[in-house]
């Protein structure tokens, strides 16, 4: 999807999910979305309490699903990556969309807060892209 946010997400009656928006759709890994997500529409004193839980479940789900070879340590890893690829994908909409909505600024400002917090609470630095992972 590569923009997952609440937003883009529709619910029916029964709480089933719809994704809409797909003009962003790419390949890459499943991370990207997760994380997209978890920065974009959760609390950060909520995903800090629950992140680890939520990408290990996201981990097992995936090898009940008959992936093989992808350590937890690499699918953390991976989630810490993609977010550091959300950053440029922030300032880039930040700046070249359409923005002029009370909406769409308080969801920019709510998204840069949260996203300069997750980065603060890894640590996380463009050194980040070169590290190699078992």
């Not at 709480?15 to 890459?28: M, N, S, T, V």
């Not at 769409?104 to 980040?128: C, G, Q, S, V």
């Amino acid at each position: 999807h590569r923009d997952l946010q609440m937003d883009n997400i529709l619910f029916d009656a029964d709480g089933r999910a719809l994704f809409i928006d797909w003009q962003f759709l790419g390949k890459g890994r499943g991370t990207w979305d997760v994380s997209y997500f978890l920065v974009s529409s959760v609390e950060p004193k909520l995903r800090r309490a629950q992140e680890r839980r939520w990408i290990s479940a996201y981990h097992n789900m995936l090898l009940q699903q008959g992936v093989t070879g992808y350590a937890a340590g690499t699918c953390w890893e991976d989630y810490l990556k993609s977010v550091i690829a959300k950053l440029f994908v922030t300032v880039i909409a930040t700046v070249e969309l359409d923005n002029s909505t009370d909406h769409k600024r308080a969801y920019r400002r709510a998204d840069l807060t949260r996203l300069l917090a997750f980065i603060e609470d890894h640590n996380l630095t463009p050194a980040m892209w070169e590290r190699t992972y078992d």
